[in-house]
C-alpha cells in the first residue's frame, strides 16, 4: 500500500544552518505529494505541496522538489532560523481522482533550531 | 476566521467515563477526518467521513464511535475512556480536491485519562 518514510529526528540545527529533512514514498500511480508543519501546540499546517513529478513547491523559504526517478520529496531550507523550530510532516494523497482524498503521513521529524 | 474548530481544547477524564470530542468546519468540504497524535507514533487514522451520512473506520478505531451530523460537524466518542486514549486528537477536513489542497486541520483536542 502507499506509504511515507520521513528521516528520524529529531535534528538540531544552529541558526542560519541548512536544513533538509528526507522523504521517500511509496504509492501507485501518481500520487500528489505535502509538507505539512506543526508548531508547538498547534494543529498541522500545509507548508508546500507538489501534485506532479518534477515540480517545485516552496513556502517561507521552504522547498521541495518532486522527484519520481527517486520516490523523493526531501524539505530544504537555505538558512534557518529559531522560529522554524517545529515538528514536520510529510504526506501523500493517491491522487486517483475519487472524491474522497486520503493523506497518508510519515511520522514527523522534529526541528530545533538554537540561536 | 474560516478552518476547523475544535472542542474543547483540554480534558481530563477518569478511566470509564465518558465524553464527545466536537469538530466543525465552515468550508464546505465533503471528507472529515478523526486523528490521533502520540509520541513516535506519528498521525493515526481513527475513523473518517467521505460525505454527510458515511463513516468508516481507519487505523484504530476500537474504543471510538463517530458521528456526521451534518455536513459541518463531525464528533468521536469515547464511551468509557481508558488511559491508553490519553492523546492529542486532530479533526481534519477535505474538499473535492485533496490532491490539490491537502487536508485543514484544527488545533487540537489535548485529553488525558488517569
Known amino acids: 500500500g502507499d506509504s511515507v518514510t520521513q528521516m528520524e529526528g529529531p535534528v538540531t540545527l544552529s541558526e542560519e544552518a541548512f536544513l533538509t529533512i528526507n522523504c521517500t514514498y511509496t504509492a501507485t500511480g501518481y500520487p500528489s505529494l505535502f509538507w505539512y508543519v506543526q508548531y508547538p501546540g498547534e494543529g498541522l499546517q500545509l507548508l508546500l505541496k507538489?501534485?506532479?513529478?518534477?515540480d517545485k513547491g516552496s513556502n517561507k523559504g521552504f522547498e521541495a522538489t518532486y522527484r519520481k526517478e527517486t520516490t523523493s520529496f526531501h524539505l530544504e531550507k537555505g538558512s534557518v532560523q529559531v522560529s522554524d523550530s517545529a515538528v514536520y510532516f510529510c504526506a501523500l494523497d493517491e491522487n486517483r481522482g475519487s472524491t474522497l482524498g486520503r493523506l497518508y503521513f510519515g511520522r514527523g521529524t522534529q526541528l530545533t533550531v538554537w540561536p | 476566521n474560516a478552518g476547523v474548530t475544535q472542542t474543547p481544547k483540554f480534558q481530563v477524564l477518569k478511566t470509564g467515563q465518558s465524553m464527545t470530542l466536537q469538530c466543525a468546519q465552515d468550508?464546505?468540504?465533503?471528507?472529515m477526518y478523526w486523528y490521533r497524535q502520540d509520541p513516535g507514533m506519528g498521525l493515526r487514522l481513527i475513523y473518517y467521513?467521505?460525505?454527510?451520512?458515511?463513516?468508516d473506520k481507519g487505523e484504530v478505531p476500537n474504543g471510538y464511535n463517530v458521528s456526521r451530523l451534518n455536513k459541518r460537524e463531525f464528533s468521536l466518542r469515547l464511551e468509557s475512556a481508558a488511559p491508553s486514549q490519553t492523546s492529542v486528537y486532530f479533526c481534519?477536513?477535505?474538499?473535492?480536491?485533496?490532491?490539490?489542497?491537502?487536508?485543514?486541520f484544527g488545533s487540537g483536542t489535548r485529553l488525558t485519562v488517569v
Open positions: 507538489a501534485t506532479k513529478a518534477d
Open positions: 467521513s467521505a460525505s454527510e451520512g458515511t463513516t
Open positions: 468550508m464546505n468540504h465533503n471528507s
Open positions: 481534519a477536513s477535505g474538499g473535492q480536491r485533496v490532491s490539490n489542497y491537502g487536508y485543514t
